[in-house]
T-cell receptor, first 112, second 113 residues
């Protein structure tokens, strides 16, 4: 009964470092997405995927890269971290017939 | 483009008080509307939804009615509990269910005993 699993839960980076946030789901959902949550701004879509091998940009894609080699996994890569990327990141998978999003517990990233 | 506007928070209520959190939207076509709740330290989880005009979503004593004429989806609960303290997000999606939800900024609810 894992649902959506994100790792790591916490991470501190220095400006310019790169890292990957991992996301895995076990519900066999085709659609997955990454959001960032910032105070007073709700959640904003970074990237999404409608199936293995297919990704597209959301509202705030700059500085992030994604790939989708399997249905289960949807990692988010920060290419060169900046303080503006300090945020809480949520991965979600989507049940197509209802449109319901299932979220992971979030990854809190601090860039110094 | 599409957007969602929620009332400013935080909202502080006493236990058993009536709750309303306002949500209005701007969208083309006929979006689905959602309320998600985020408890401290957790991810968001679906609270309720409505997929067409005049639908009423309900769950755990919360209700919201999809009002196309006023482009609103206000969240209500007749008697809140301390355990309802959380952040509530209104969201909309297009008709294609691609998971591209547009969220409001969130409203923090604090319920005091």
């Amino acid at each position: 009964n894992a649902g959506v699993t994100q790792t790591p839960k916490f991470q501190v980076l220095k400006t310019g470092q790169s890292m990957t946030l991992q996301c895995a789901q076990d519900m066999n959902h085709e659609y997955m997405s990454w959001y960032r949550q910032d105070p007073g701004m709700g959640l904003r879509l970074i990237h999404y995927s409608v199936g293995a091998g297919i990704t597209d940009q959301g509202e705030v894609p700059n500085g992030y890269n994604v790939s989708r080699s399997t249905t289960e996994d949807f990692p988010l890569r920060l290419l060169s971290a900046a303080p503006s990327q300090t945020s809480v990141y949520f991965c979600a998978s989507i049940r197509f017939d209802t449109g319901e999003l299932f979220f992971g517990e979030g990854s809190r990233l601090t860039v110094l | 483009g599409d957007s969602v506007t929620q009332m400013e928070g935080p909202v502080t209520l006493s236990e058993e008080a009536f709750l309303t959190i306002n949500c209005t939207y701007t969208a083309t076509g006929y979006p689905s509307l959602f309320w998600y709740v985020q408890y401290p330290g957790e991810g968001l989880q679906l609270l309720l939804k409505a997929t067409k005009a005049d639908d009423k979503g309900s769950n755990k004593g919360f209700e919201a009615t999809y009002r196309k004429e006023t482009t609103s989806f206000h969240l209500e609960k007749g008697s809140v509990q301390v355990s309802d303290s959380a952040v509530y997000f209104c969201a909309l999606s297009g008709t294609s269910n691609t998971g591209k939800l547009i969220f409001g900024q969130g409203t923090t609810l604090q319920v005091k005993p």
